[in-house]
């Protein structure tokens, strides 16, 4: 059984489609379609990641010494 769309992806794409459609192939528009549905379920798991205030970004530290010696 065929999985029903993703209304949110149907509409960016819907949005693809109309404007820049016209200078599309058709193979192009499904190429763009794969694409849309990809990045709305990457930005799904995304916001599936909960998050508090405490919360910092990852930055990796690495102290720069004039010697050249790279620190752990």
């Given amino acids: 059984m065929p999985e029903t769309p993703n209304p949110e992806a149907v509409a960016l794409f819907a949005l693809v489609a109309n404007r820049h459609g016209s200078r599309l192939t058709s193979e192009q528009l499904d190429e763009i379609k794969k694409m849309v549905e990809g990045q709305v379920e990457m930005a799904r798991a995304l916001r599936a990641v909960r ?4 919360d910092e970004p990852f930055q990796h530290f690495a102290a720069y010494r004039s010697d050249g010696v790279k620190q752990p």
């Avoid at 998050?51 to 405490?54: E, G, I, R």
Wanted: proline share 0%.
């Fill in 51 to 54: 998050l508090t205030n405490a």
